[in-house]
């Protein structure tokens, strides 16, 4: 099975990945992990891509869609993947569908992480002040990051919404309770 797991920044999407990870054996493919990955090794796209992510645009789409389709062609992704953070433009999501069509698969299910921004910002800011805060979570960025999911992403509800694949989980509830939401949704999914 093939999951996109979608949502603005900090609704979630990494925790409840892990957690199909763990429970349904599927790999969490998230291009944020992948490219903070690469800047952390050093390595020439990794120099690329730093300033991007540390003002929170978005890298160009041919380099995501490069790392998901090399990634993707891994033996652990033969059952499926979550995909978290990826697609975030129409673009990558049309490339995303070609790449599987190519693969004889496609894209299952797409679950929606609904979440109220104000609540996403108060998230950062208690990140911050526990010190568990990425390089990236700092208020200015963080509304930086909300602008553009909101111009650049959102419309990919509308895409996948036509496609009839999207499942609404209130991502506002305890992480146990979207945990479950989830399941539900996948196994009546089946
Ligand atoms: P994330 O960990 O998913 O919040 O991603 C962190 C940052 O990595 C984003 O703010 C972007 O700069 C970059 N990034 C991650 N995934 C993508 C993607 N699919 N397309 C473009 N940029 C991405």
Request: glycine fraction near 10%; aromatic fraction near 4%; charged fraction near 25%.
């Amino acid at each position: 099975m093939n999951i996109v797991l979608f949502g603005p920044p900090g609704a979630g999407k990494g925790t409840q990945a892990k957690v199909l990870t763990e429970k349904r054996g599927l790999p969490q493919l998230s291009t944020g992990d992948m490219l903070r990955a690469e800047i952390a090794a050093g390595s020439p796209l990794g120099q690329k891509v730093e300033g991007i992510l540390a003002k929170g645009d978005l890298v160009p789409d041919a380099t995501v869609i490069d790392i998901i389709a090399n990634r993707y062609d891994r033996p652990d992704c033969a059952k499926g993947a979550v995909f978290d953070g990826f697609p975030r433009t129409i673009a990558q999501a049309e490339a995303l569908d070609a790449m599987l069509a190519k693969r004889v698969k496609k894209i299952d299910v797409v679950i929606e992480l609904k979440v109220d921004e104000a609540i996403l910002l108060g998230r950062v800011e208690q990140r911050i002040k526990e010190g568990t805060a990425r390089a990236d979570d700092n208020p200015v960025t963080v509304k930086n990051r909300l602008g553009v999911y909101r111009n650049q992403t959102a419309p990919l509800l509308d895409y996948y919404g036509k496609q009839g694949k999207v499942i609404t989980v209130n991502g506002m509830a305890p992480i146990d309770d979207v945990t479950r939401a989830i399941a539900a949704a996948l196994d009546k999914h089946r």
